[in-house]
């Protein structure tokens, strides 16, 4: 296995707005009032239509929140009130190289319901035991406890296929929950009926109609229904399908542009047809649901709501199958940044809880989000150019059309404390607190010894140190194997040799010495050596979250497992090897690396201690049954 340490320094925090031309964008956000003479955009992008500009300079992010009204599935009391559906938990959870335990994915479902979503997808219960527990688990916890100050429960949601079987393992899943929702889909275009499905529309409608009739008589009162491949679908069929499962008791249409195929006026086209050709649509709310294919995913999600959608399903930095969905930061900030333009529409999302949530979305998920990332990525908040930095320090407002305050993101810069070693627990703690970050006594007192060791090391222990080992610490599965000591030779005079102590979760310490072709592989080799369990190194990054000689390395690796013990379901139903994450942090390269290979590890042994005791339930359930017939 051989390593390649490679150190960059990525920039702070910053958004780098570009003034785009608008007869350029023009064809690809082109309404056509002349087939929906009823429709009239809220917004234009067209050049015959200038944007409205602003009588005045302020941040575009200063609109006064607005009281989020009553939650009641097929109807909005406040027609320019958009829910915001976040699916991070399941469309997000399905990206390649994105793994969480259920102990992770409730962790961020309680941030979710703090950030104020109004509906969590939890997950795909029939795929796995597992995800029919981790979506219970949210049920029974955030779907009933408020965490915000506002009182705000959210709605808990579990996908389903239009079968009996997977709805009743969603109704088992959510039903725990206050506000339960059942999501079923079937495909509607006829590329996938043809091959996919291999059914007829007759067939299709019937199935839809059923299942979603199935779900409500369990007792679930908000079912939404999915036209998957809405996007290229045949416009009759769409409306007759829709027009079905309302009838049936559907409370929500989700129309998806399951492959980011359209265009942003084609799909908001397309939801103003559904709204003005769907008999019933009055009494449901129309959702949007947009992949980012071909990048457009929240200029199409945009369009939707301009054309009346009051849903929007997003996830939080983008994340999904292949190119990813619709962002949920990006998404809300237009809204709130555009309001006046875009008709007033608002969402109950408290934005300051948006850096924190990307932040723990990509420590748990294992998905680091570019540098050049809207809203939340590394250089969002940062100026580079002489002109950009002379028109900040004379006025912000000048390149920055967000405060990163809304955010949630606040810079050591602006405040009177400097830590460093001297630094006492309250100044560490207070820090913290202002950077968003909540966590226990006990987590504290474990983040609060790793912080010594690197203040003794540093003069000066910046925001990012912090926060690299705040997720080292604190944003790691279940400890399994902890580096107890790590000892490495290499140069060019001779084999790379390491030798590494592991303790053990009972506390037995187990110590292994191995050779490689570097640093690293020797100590992974030393690691694999003790824990003996087969393991392939799929992907290795590194990066210093500070400049300087004594910047903190941050390491991230994805490895893969025996598929026999570790299979992964896409919601189609297909298996494919699952890959666990792991991120480490310190100041020695090595010791970064194997962090981060062990949180890996601990992540994959997790697992399969799950998916044995599973194993194991169900032969130990089968045996018995058999008995008893035996015994008949």
Not at 552 to 572: E, F, L, Q, W, Y
Not at 576 to 596: K, L, Q
Request: aromatic share 6%; net charge negative.
């Amino acid at each position: 296995m051989a390593s390649s340490l490679i150190l960059s320094s990525p920039k702070p925090l910053s958004i780098n707005p570009t003034t785009f031309r608008s007869h350029r964008l023009s064809t690809i956000f082109s309404f056509n009032p002349a087939r929906n003479p009823a429709f009239t955009p809220l917004f234009s992008l067209s050049s015959a239509t200038p944007l409205k500009p602003h009588s005045k300079s302020v941040f575009c992010c200063s609109a006064k929140p607005r009281t989020r009204p009553e939650y009641i599935p097929n109807h909005i009391p406040d027609p320019n009130y958009v829910r915001v559906f976040d699916t991070t938990l399941r469309d997000g959870e399905q990206s390649p190289g994105a793994t969480m335990t259920s102990a992770e994915k409730l962790v961020i479902a309680r941030q979710l319901s703090r950030l104020g979503v109004d509906i969590i997808e939890a997950g795909f219960p029939a795929s796995s035991p597992d995800d029919l527990d981790a979506v219970r688990s949210i049920a029974i916890e955030v779907g009933n406890n408020p965490i915000g100050a506002d009182g705000h429960i959210p709605v808990i949601c579990g996908l389903s296929r239009c079968n009996k079987r997977d709805i009743d393992a969603a109704w088992e899943a959510v039903k725990h929950a206050k506000k339960p929702r059942i999501h079923t889909f079937i495909a509607t275009s006829e590329i996938h009926m043809q091959h996919k499905l291999r059914k007829t529309k007759e067939e299709v409608v019937q199935i839809a109609s059923e299942m979603v009739a199935y779900a409500r008589s369990l007792g679930c009162p908000d079912v939404e229904f999915s036209p998957e491949d809405a996007g290229r679908s045949d416009r009759e069929f769409l409306y007759h399908i829709l027009e079905e499962v309302i009838k049936a008791g559907a409370t929500t249409l989700n129309i998806p542009d399951t492959v980011g195929y359209n265009l942003p006026g084609e799909f908001a086209n397309l939801i103003a047809d559904i709204k003005k050709n769907t008999k019933g649509i009055e009494n449901v709310i129309i959702s949007t649901h947009c992949q980012n294919d071909l990048g457009l995913a929240t200029a199409n999600t945009l369009g939707g709501v301009s054309a009346g959608a009051r849903q929007v399903e997003v996830t939080i930095n983008g994340i999904g199958e292949r190119a990813g969905n619709a962002s949920l930061e990006e998404v809300v900030l237009t809204i709130k940044c555009r309001q006046d333009e875009m008709g007033g529409v608002y969402t109950g999302i408290n934005t300051e809880h948006i850096m924190m949530s990307s932040k723990m979305v990509q420590e748990h998920s294992g998905l680091i989000v570019q540098p050049h990332k809207a809203i939340v990525g590394a250089n969002a908040f940062a100026h580079e150019s002489g002109i950009h930095q002379d028109g900040m320090l004379k006025h912000k407002e000048t390149y920055e059309i967000i405060s990163p305050e809304d955010i949630g993101l606040f810079r050591s810069n602006e405040y009177g404390i400097v830590l460093g070693k001297l630094s006492g627990r309250h100044a560490v703690k207070t820090r913290l607190t202002e950077l968003g970050y909540d966590i226990s006594d006990k987590e504290f007192e474990d983040f609060f010894k790793r912080y010594k060791e690197v203040a003794e090391k540093k003069k000066r222990v910046t925001d990012e140190d912090m926060e690299a080992l705040l997720s080292d610490e604190i944003f790691q599965p279940k400890v399994i194997w902890s580096l107890g000591e790590i000892q490495v030779t290499c140069g060019t005079l001779g084999l790379s040799t390491a030798t590494v102590k592991l303790v053990a979760s009972d506390g037995e310490e187990k110590i292994a010495c191995s050779v490689g072709t570097g640093p690293v592989d020797a100590a992974y080799n030393a690691i694999d050596s003790i824990v003996q369990v087969p393991t392939v190194l799929k992907e290795y990054s590194m990066n210093s979250v500070t400049e300087g000689i004594d910047a903190i390395a941050t390491t991230r690796v994805v490895i893969g497992g025996d598929s026999s013990i570790t299979p992964k379901h896409t919601s189609n139903r297909e298996t494919f090897n699952r890959t666990f994450s792991g991120s480490g942090a310190a100041m020695d390269i090595v010791v970064s690396s194997v962090r981060a290979y062990l949180s890996a590890l601990n992540k994959m042994l997790s697992f399969v201690t799950v998916v044995k005791a599973t194993r194991e339930s169900s032969e130990s359930s089968k045996t018995y049954h058999n008995s008893e017939q035996n015994s008949e």
